[in-house]
């Protein structure tokens, strides 16, 4: 068995990379490892005595989206179905007992495991709520993952409809939801993912500016929009769209009225990201 780790970058953070890369070569486990490098940046990052597992192209078109399928094309003939394919942001890192944990919760039944997006600094899980146990993946809660930690067997990908959506994602036009994206249209093919609290990919906390926050809920619109008219599913369109409303609405009660604002801008760009999004 291999696993592809594929990494976009824009070689803006080469201290963090060259982090990525080393826990992924201290991983244990006998395991075969490839570790792709999808770089958009200006500058190449590999010098000449890089390990042979570790691949860079270069591409020119920015997104990540864009980036992680052209990672996906490069190992469609390189690899069996019953490997393994990830795809890490450049500044997350694995502990060394990473592969031993998503080994063990891959069986028959599972065509995707998903973990834990963990900050070990301050010792809490990375973004919103994460769940307590193990549990099977679907459409209800499909958007409470990170694509840092989800790792995928090769044949969903040999179905060739299922890719990440370029218009989604940072450097595209729509600043995020291609990770939720990609999911859905997953458990939409049938393929059953399981998120196993037991195994963490590291990540640091971090709060965004109101320049990215505003990116991120226009992108979000846009897969709201898929959401419901491609996937079907209208609970999770009010789950996220109440959030920024009653936030909104709670803030101004209490008359913090800049708090309120930053809800009231991020329920603004959820909207317009919504209908400007063409299915």
Known sequence: MKIFFVVPTLNKRPN??????????????????????INQGEEIFLD???????????????????????????????????????????????????????????????????????????????????????????????????????FFKVKIFKNTTVRFDPELGVGAKYGCGEETDLLFDILKNHYKILYDNNFKVYHLNYEMQTEQLLSYSYGQGALLKKIVFKYKSIGVFFTIILRPLLGGVYFALLLKFQNSKRYFLRLHRLYKGFFDYEI
């Open 16 to 37: 963090e990379l060259k982090r990525l890369i080393n826990s992924i070569s201290s991983l244990k486990g006998l395991i075969e490892k490839k570790i792709l490098i």
């Open 48 to 150: 000449n005595n890089i390990q042979d597992y570790i691949i860079e192209i270069k591409i020119d078109r920015k997104g990540t989206s864009n980036a992680k399928n052209v990672g996906i094309e490069y190992i469609l003939d390189k690899s069996n179905d019953d490997d393994l394919i990830c795809f890490p942001d450049d500044d997350c890192w694995y502990p060394e007992d990473s592969i031993e944990k998503i080994i063990s919760a891959f069986n028959n039944e599972n065509d995707g495991i998903i973990g834990r997006a963990f900050d070990p600094n301050i010792g809490r899980d990375f973004g919103f709520t994460q769940f307590k146990n193990s549990i099977i993946v679907n459409k209800n809660n499909a958007h409470k993952f990170f694509m840092i930690s989800m």
